[in-house]
């Protein structure tokens, strides 16, 4: 069975860094694509980052483009997502999630969510 455990969220103030890891197991994770989403109240998850599991290629929505940068550990299972020049609008519950391949159509799994708040 598929987990993908988040941890590393907490309370931090505007301008500051925070690294979400993503604790992937069972399953081997070749192939697949793993990414960042993020909710914040009263809003739509969004996408945030996403890093293929094999080659290394990301992608970024444009918000956070310069500041947030998203790596994997094959050897860990474990994807990170390093934040810095933190903004109040940043600040959400952020998921982590897998899906099989780049061209596949919806996230097959996804994790319980790590709460980021931005103090301005």
């Known amino acids: 069975q598929v987990q993908l455990v988040e941890s590393g969220g907490g309370l931090v103030q505007a301008g500051g860094s925070l690294r979400l890891s993503c604790a992937a197991s069972?399953?081997?994770?070749?192939?697949?694509?793993m990414g960042w989403f993020r909710q914040a109240p009263g809003k739509e998850r969004e996408f945030v980052a996403h890093i293929t599991w094999s080659g290394g290629t990301t992608q970024y929505t444009d918000s956070v483009k310069g500041r947030f940068a998203i790596s994997r550990d094959k050897a860990k299972n474990t994807v990170y997502l390093q934040m810095n020049s933190l903004k109040s609008e940043d600040t959400a519950v952020y998921y982590c999630?897998?899906?099989?391949?780049?061209?596949?159509?919806?996230?097959?799994?996804w994790g319980q969510g790590t709460q980021v708040t931005v103090s301005s």
């Open positions: 999630a897998a899906k099989p391949s780049f061209y596949a159509d919806s996230w097959s799994y």
């Open positions: 069972g399953r081997t994770f070749s192939g697949y694509v």
